[in-house]
């Protein structure tokens, strides 16, 4: 028997992922998204940073294709697509998620990009922590776990001063410019964040 073939418990995690809030801190808003974000987005997918660290270009990748996906956004009742915009100025910068709900374990996956308009200033720090904190807070989660590149170093800090634990390492496990890249697997449970926010306030 394999572990996903446990019983389903859902109905006792309490987590609504239907509904698509508002999070606001001091520097960054995170709301749901709508149709008219896709060509941002498509600028920032095509950045060359997030390409390295995300994923490799796909051709099957259109501006239809996104407009459709960040249209449906909202209806998704299994998972939580924010995006990131400055507070300052309302700009588009990014996005945040939480997907793979596993409501047997509450547990959710967790990735972030974030464009070059948007770094260096905090954005995605804060943005990672209002996310992780609604998983926490608000939907029940137990465990929000990510898996980021060996060769990204800034992306690591901060997933490390939000929380997240290394829990382990996938040695050379993609291919990278002729060599090979390590996969690091991290992870954030509900009682550390607790701890973390008690000792902040």
Not at 158 to 187: C, H, N, T
Request: hydrophobic share 35%; aromatic share 8%; with cysteine.
């Amino acid at each position: 028997m394999n572990l996903r073939d446990a019983p389903d418990f859902s109905e006792a995690s309490g987590s609504d992922f239907s509904v698509k809030p508002c999070l606001t801190g001091e520097r960054t808003v995170l709301r749901p998204f709508t149709e008219a974000d896709a060509e941002t987005m498509w600028e920032i997918i095509g950045d060359p940073e997030v390409i390295r660290f995300t994923f490799p270009a796909n051709g099957e990748l259109t501006l239809d294709r996104l407009r459709s996906w960040y249209a449906t956004r909202s209806a998704q009742p299994d998972r939580l697509d924010l995006a990131v915009t400055d507070r300052a100025t309302g700009e588009l910068v990014g996005e945040v998620v939480l997907h793979e709900y596993d409501p047997y374990s509450r547990t959710c996956t967790f990735r972030t990009l974030i464009g070059p308009r948007g770094r260096g200033r905090g954005l995605g720090t804060e943005a990672t922590r209002l996310i992780v904190g609604h998983g926490f807070e608000q939907l029940g989660l137990h465990r929000i776990q990510l898996e980021l590149y060996g060769d990204n170093p800034r992306a690591r800090r901060v997933y490390e001063k939000v929380g997240f634990v290394v829990e382990g390492v996938r040695r050379e496990a993609a291919p990278r410019e002729g060599g090979w890249v390590d996969e690091v697997l991290m992870a954030l449970l509900d009682r550390e964040w607790a701890a973390l926010t008690a000792t902040a306030r």
